[in-house]
C-alpha cells in the first residue's frame, strides 16, 4: 500500500507542478463540494421518504401531493449540482492529465531518455523501478497517451467518490443512529439478549465480510491488467510496422510472415484476456449478486424492528433507504474494486516508466565531452565500446579544423556510425576525451527523419518552420531537385513514413536542410547510399559552393565527391592510423 501511495504521490506532484497548480486544488475543492451535496440531497431524500410513506399510510392525499412536489424540488436542485460538477470535473481532468503529460513528455525527451532506454542503456530495469530484475520498460508511447489518461480519469472518479461516501457515512450513521433507537431481541431463538442499535453493527459486519471476499476473489486483477495493455501495445505496434513498410514487404511477398507475427501477438492478447475474464468471472459471481441485493437486504434486516411494532411502515422504508446508504458508503471498496486496479495497474505501470526515464536521463558519460575555443574538434584516447563494455574502436588522436572535408574510412560493422553519434554528443559509452568548438553542429544520420508536417516542416527541422521565409524555404528545395514535392505531407495516419519518396529523394531533403540551417559542423552519416556519383558530386559541390566555411565529417562506404579536397581517415579495431589523403581502400577493407 505505502508502495502505491508513493506513486501516486510523485504522479500528482507532476500534475500540480507549474504555475495554476493552486487554483487547480481550488478547483479540485469546489469539485468535492458539489460532490457533497449529493449526500445532503440522499439525506433529504431519506427523510422525505418517511414523510412521503407514512402520508400514504395515513391516506393524507393532500400531503403526499405536497411531497411530489418536494420531490421534484430535490431533483431539480440535485441535477442541476450534478451536471455543474460533472462540467468542472472535465475541466479539471483535462488540466491535470495535460499537466502529468506534459511533464512525462519533459522526463522522457530530457537529456535524451528515449534514446538511452530504446538503446538498452540499462539491461534491468528492475534495478531502477523497483519491479522484477530484467523488468521491460515497453511502449513509452502507451504509458504517455494512455496511462496518463487512465490514472487521471479513474483517479479523480474513485478520489470523488471516497470523499463524498465517506463524509456521507458519517451523516447516515448518524441518521441510522437516530432511527435504530430499539434494540434487537433475540428471545424468539431462545437467547436472552438485546442488541442496542443493532442495524449498525449489522451494517459493518456485513459489509468486511463482503470486502475481505472481495479481495481474495479479485487481487490477481493488477497483474493481469498490466499484461493485457501490454500484449494490446505489441499487437498494435506490430500493425503500424506494416505500415511504415508497405513497400519493403509487398515486393518481398511478405504477407504471409506478417500475417504469422500479427496471429502470434493477437494469440498472446486472447490468451491473456482469458485469464482477466476467467478472473473477472470469479469476481463476479459475488459482486454482481451482491450488488443486485444490497438495497433490499437493508428492508430485511430492518423487519424485526417493524414486526415488533417499534416502527411504522413509513418508518420502514426510512430505515431501510438510511442503511442502504450506509451500506453502500461503506461498500465503495466493493462496487469499485475492478476500477481500483486498473487505477493501481496504470499507475504503476506510469511511475515504473517515468523512474526508469528519469534513471536513463541521468546517465553517466564515460567519454568526456568538453567545449573548446578555437575552430578545432579533437579526440584524445577515446575508445567507444558497446552499454555493456565491449571494445568497438580505438581512436588515440584526431584533430579537425573548420572548413575540412573529412572521410571516416573503415569496414562494414566497425563502429563508424557508433563514432559518429560520440562526436555528436550522444552515444556516452567508452573511454576518452572529446573536445569540440562552440559552434553550431548538424547531424544528419544515416536514415534521414521527417516529423509530422509538410515538406516545409521537414526541411526546417529540428527548428520551427516559421524561422525561416517561404522564399528560403522553397530556394532549398530547388537546389536539391525536390521543389515537385513541396506539397507532400508526412505523418498522416493513413499514410506510411515517407509518403512515397524514394530514398534518394529523402537523402536530398535531408540535405537541403544544411543549406537552411547553415551550420558551422555538418556530421553526415551515410548521406548519399542511395544516389548514383554523379548525383553525389553535384549535390556536395552545391553544398561546398553556399556553405564554404562549413566542416564536413562524413562517414560513406565511398570517397565523397564534388567536396574538393578530402582528408580520408581510417578507422580500425586497433588505434587509429595515420591519416591519408588517397581515395583508395587499403586492401582487405571493404567499402
Excluded at 538 to 565: E, K, S
Aim: charged share 15%; aromatic share 10%.
Amino acid at each position: 500500500m505505502s508502495q502505491v501511495l508513493a506513486q501516486f504521490w510523485r504522479l500528482m506532484k507532476l500534475c500540480l507542478a507549474g504555475p495554476g497548480g493552486k487554483w487547480s486544488i481550488a478547483l479540485f475543492a469546489v469539485i468535492v463540494a458539489l460532490d457533497l451535496g449529493g449526500v445532503y440531497a440522499t439525506i433529504l431524500i431519506v427523510s422525505w421518504t418517511g414523510a412521503f410513506y407514512g402520508a400514504l399510510e395515513a391516506m393524507d392525499g393532500a400531503e403526499a401531493v405536497r411531497q411530489v412536489g418536494i420531490f421534484g424540488l430535490i431533483v431539480a436542485a440535485n441535477s442541476a449540482r450534478h451536471l455543474t460538477g460533472q462540467l468542472l470535473r472535465k475541466r479539471l481532468e483535462m488540466l491535470w492529465r495535460g499537466r502529468l503529460t506534459s511533464g512525462a513528455l519533459d522526463i522522457w525527451l530530457s537529456n535524451k531518455a528515449y534514446w538511452h532506454m530504446a538503446n538498452a542503456t540499462f539491461p534491468h530495469w528492475g534495478d531502477v523501478t523497483g519491479g522484477p530484475r530484467g523488468y521491460a520498460i515497453d511502449n513509452p508511447d502507451q504509458r504517455i497517451a494512455d496511462d496518463c489518461r487512465i490514472f487521471i480519469t479513474s483517479l479523480l472518479g474513485e478520489a470523488l467518490d471516497m470523499i463524498s461516501r465517506i463524509v456521507g457515512l458519517f451523516s447516515y450513521l448518524a441518521l441510522l443512529w437516530s432511527l435504530t433507537n430499539f434494540p434487537l431481541s433475540l428471545a424468539p431463538i431462545g437467547i436472552d439478549i438485546e442488541i442496542p442499535n443493532y442495524m449498525i453493527w449489522a451494517a459493518f459486519i456485513y459489509v468486511a465480510l463482503a470486502s475481505l471476499l472481495t479481495h481474495a476473489l479479485g487481487h490477481p486483477l493488477k497483474g493481469l491488467l498490466v499484461e493485457q495493455q501490454r500484449r494490446e501495445a505489441n499487437f498494435r505496434f506490430a500493425l503500424a510496422r506494416l505500415r511504415g513498410s508497405y513497400d519493403e514487404i509487398a515486393m518481398s511477398a511478405g504477407e504471409r510472415a506478417e500475417r504469422r507475427i500479427f496471429d502470434s501477438r493477437f494469440a498472446a492478447v486472447v490468451s491473456n484476456w482469458k485469464k482477466l475474464v476467467n478472473r473477472e468471472l470469479i469476481l463476479g459471481c459475488f459482486t454482481y449478486p451482491f450488488n443486485h441485493s444490497v438495497l433490499r437486504i437493508p428492508l430485511f434486516v430492518a423487519l424485526p424492528g417493524y414486526l415488533a411494532g417499534h416502527v411504522a411502515f413509513g418508518g420502514l422504508m426510512q430505515l431501510s433507504t438510511a442503511f442502504s446508504s450506509v451500506v453502500t458508503s461503506l461498500s465503495w471498496f466493493i462496487f469499485s474494486y475492478r476500477d481500483l486496479a486498473d487505477l493501481v495497474a496504470a499507475s504503476s505501470r506510469l511511475d515504473n516508466f517515468l523512474e526508469a526515464a528519469k534513471a536513463a536521463g541521468a546517465t553517466g558519460r564515460d567519454i568526456v565531452h568538453d567545449t573548446a575555443p578555437g575552430p578545432v574538434l579533437s579526440l584524445s584516447g577515446v575508445r567507444v565500446t558497446t552499454p555493456e563494455g565491449r571494445r568497438l574502436l580505438d581512436v588515440p588522436e584526431m584533430e579537425i579544423r573548420q572548413g575540412e572535408a573529412v572521410w571516416l574510412r573503415g569496414a562494414s560493422g566497425l563502429g563508424k556510425t557508433t563514432v559518429m553519434k560520440a562526436l555528436a554528443g550522444l552515444w556516452p559509452h567508452g573511454v576518452g576525451t572529446i573536445s569540440s568548438p562552440d559552434a553550431s553542429m548538424t547531424f544528419l544520420p544515416q536514415r534521414p527523419y521527417f516529423p509530422i508536417g509538410t515538406v516545409r516542416d521537414a526541411l526546417a527541422y529540428p527548428r520551427a518552420v516559421g524561422d525561416f521565409s517561404v522564399d528560403a524555404l522553397d530556394a532549398a528545395l530547388e537546389k536539391v531537385g525536390l521543389s515537385h514535392i513541396a506539397g507532400v505531407e508526412f505523418g498522416r495516419s493513413d499514410t506510411r513514413t515517407g509518403h512515397g519518396l524514394s530514398g534518394g529523394e529523402q537523402q536530398r531533403l535531408a540535405l537541403a536542410r544544411l543549406l537552411l540551417l547553415q551550420p558551422q559542423w555538418a556530421l553526415l552519416d551515410e548521406p548519399a547510399s542511395a544516389l548514383d556519383q554523379t548525383a553525389e558530386a553535384a549535390l556536395f559541390a552545391m553544398l561546398r559552393r553556399d556553405l564554404p566555411q562549413t566542416t564536413f565529417i562524413i562517414v560513406a562506404h565511398r570517397q565523397p565527391q564534388g567536396l574538393g579536397d578530402v582528408r580520408t581517415i581510417d578507422l580500425a579495431p586497433g588505434a587509429l592510423s595515420a591519416p591519408s589523403s588517397s581515395s583508395q581502400l587499403p586492401d582487405g577493407v571493404p567499402a
